[in-house]
Every structure is written in C-alpha cells, then in structure tokens.
C-alpha cells in the first residue's frame, strides 16, 4: 500500500509570496492533518479535514489555509509568506482515532 | 491535552536494550498513551499505543504504571536505525473527535556502534 506522498518536496518563495502544497492520503484514509515542524516551536498542528470539511484548526494565523476534495487528497495554502514561515510542512492522514501516518514532508524555505 | 515529560536525550549502545521514560501525572481516564519516532530528515512513524495494560508489537514494547502515571517504551534491541526523537503522547480515542497529535520535545535517542 503506498504511503502518504507531499508534493513538492523542497521548495524556495520570497517574501511576501503565496504558497500550495499538496498531500495524497494513503488510499482509504478520510483524515488529511497538517503540521508545521520548526527547530524554535517544534511540530505543531495546523488543521485537519475530514470529509472535505475542516474539523479542527491550531493557533495559526488566517494566512494558513487548507481545503480537502473528494477523494481526500489535500491542500494547504500560505499566502503573503514571512520568512518565520521557513519550515517543514508535515501531512498526515488516518482511517481510525488510533494511528496518523506521516508524509516525508515538504521543506519550505522562505528568503 | 494533558501534559508529558521526558528527558531531552538519551545514549544507548547497539544491541542492548532501551528504556525510553515518559511521565503524564495528569492523563484522565481516556488518554490513550501514543509513541511516535522522527527519524533524521523523515515525517514521523507511529510506535505504538496503550490504555491500561502493556503493549507488544514488532517494533517495541509499551509498559504502563499501575496507576498511568507513567510509562516506559521499551526497544528490546537498539539497533543504528533506532536513532530517532521518541515522542509520548497522550490522546482521547472517541469516534468523530479531532486527530490532531499535541507533540513535546521528546527524547533524542544516540545509538552507539
């Protein structure tokens, strides 16, 4: 069965850009979590969907968004990018309460 | 989230057995105990997880106090690619809840050859 995939891996923006990355769920998994991973703040949760609705959102300014489709694949967006935005970008998608399963992540580096 | 504790590193030899700590003194009656590691430059990998009694599967062993105050990951045989940041956390299981993990700092775990 293959793995949860984040595209792209690595990417570079400049201030004050807008950013989109993308995570495929394992297949079956209706759960998409987005975690934001800083040597400072560590891992930290952004927001989860489920069913193409967002069912929880961390303390993250209006600047992080996110959206699910239909077949669970998932989108967060950065827009008006800050350079504390620098970062690895972490996805994880689940079937049940007891298990996430973690993407390699994307690395996102704002200059 | 309830809270946990563990210490920030720890050193152990190859092929000897780990004992990773993690105190939670304030986990309520519905926190499930959850491990996950970060391996260098990969997402994190579910461990394992237990409610009351210990835990077995191939990775490693979960053994929990009496009272859920504390609780020990235990890998029977450290191996180089067992170096990794252990994470405990504590997580309510009930159907529809948000899935969202609380991690901490956890525990960076050397393995020496």
């Known amino acids: 069965k293959a793995g949860v995939t984040q595209t792209p891996r690595y990417l570079i923006k400049t201030r004050g850009q807008q950013v989109t990355l993308s995570c495929s769920p394992i297949s079956g998994h209706r759960s998409v979590s987005w975690y934001q991973q800083t040597p400072g703040q560590g891992l930290q949760f952004l927001f989860e969907?489920?069913?193409?609705?967002?069912?929880n959102k961390g303390n993250f300014p209006g600047r992080f968004s996110g959206r699910q489709f239909s077949n669970s694949r998932s989108e967060m967006n950065v827009s008006t990018l800050e350079l504390g935005d620098s970062a690895l970008y972490l996805c994880?998608?689940?079937?049940?309460?007891?298990?996430?399963?973690f993407g390699p992540g994307t690395r996102l580096l704002v200059l | 989230d309830a809270k946990t504790t563990q210490p920030n590193s720890m050193e152990s030899n190859e092929e000897e057995p780990v004992h990773l700590p993690c105190n939670h003194s304030t986990i309520s009656g519905t926190d499930y105990i959850h491990w996950y590691r970060q391996l260098p430059s990969q997402g994190p990998e579910y461990v394992i997880h237990g409610l009351t009694s210990n835990v077995n599967n191939r990775m490693a062993s979960l053994a929990i106090a009496e009272d859920r105050k504390s609780s020990t990951l235990i890998l029977h045989r450290a191996t180089l690619r067992d170096a990794a940041v252990y994470y405990c956390?504590?997580?309510?299981?009930?159907?529809?809840?948000?899935?969202?993990?609380?991690f901490g700092s956890g525990t960076q775990l050397t393995v020496l050859p």
């Open positions: 994880a998608s689940s079937r049940t309460e007891e298990t996430q399963y």
């Open positions: 969907y489920f069913s193409e609705t967002q069912r």
């Open positions: 956390i504590l997580r309510a299981h009930s159907p529809g809840s948000a899935r969202q993990l609380t």
